[in-house]
């Protein structure tokens, strides 16, 4: 009877140890995202939070549907009046643009576009330091991939990689998305 409790504290132990195991290979095999760094040096960490962000606006391209988040120091902005009053965003203001690829939802009584996979963040932040030559902005695009859960830095997105585009609203301090009424 010894024998036979020993042995089945001995496997016990065993099934612990190889649970343990498995738990950590997860644990180091999940990505931390807010490790990543752009090639323009922007680092995904200065985001963290960005998921809850006040969103600021949406919009739709024929390929992504976009949600546009800003942090509290964009959007105290935003309330404020910038950009429509002509001043510019203060240092810190940062901003999320997420994307996600579309389906038809299969629930709605209507027809309506909602996310399906998500696939993008582009992100930027004001630093007139750092970004003197954009603006004062400084931009970084993530990739997702769904298969793997797992972001990638656009390696064909410098700093600047946004700036080109948002150079057409310069007068609005470069940014597109005004805070939306609601």
């Known amino acids: 009877m010894k024998t036979l409790k020993l042995c089945s504290a001995i496997a016990g132990c065993a099934a612990l140890c190889v649970s ?17 760094v752009s090639p323009g040096g922007i680092k995904f960490a200065d985001f963290k ?7 600021v606006s949406s919009a739709r391209t024929d390929d992504v549907l976009k949600v546009i988040v800003a942090n509290p120091a964009m959007i105290k902005a935003y309330k404020s009046g910038i950009p ?6 203060p240092e810190g203001a940062k901003a999320a643009k997420l ?7 299969t629930e709605a009584p209507f027809v309506v576009d909602v996310p399906d996979v998500f696939a993008q963040a582009f992100l930027m932040e004001k630093d007139s330091k750092r ?10 695009v993530f990739n997702y991939d769904a298969a ?6 656009d390696q064909a997105s410098p700093a600047n990689c946004g700036h080109a585009c948002h150079v057409a609203v310069k ?6 998305h005004p805070y939306q009424k609601r």
């Open 148 to 153: 793997a859960d797992t972001f990638a830095p």
């Open 49 to 55: 939070g960005y998921e809850d962000w006040s969103v």
């Open 131 to 140: 970004f003197a030559d954009t603006g004062g902005w400084g931009y970084a």
């Open 84 to 89: 429509g009053n002509g001043k510019p965003f």
């Open 171 to 176: 007068a609005k301090d470069y940014v597109f």
């Open 20 to 36: 343990m195991v498995v738990l950590t290979a997860s644990a180091e095999n999940a990505q931390d995202k807010y490790k990543l």
């Open 99 to 105: 994307q996600w690829k579309f389906k038809k939802s």
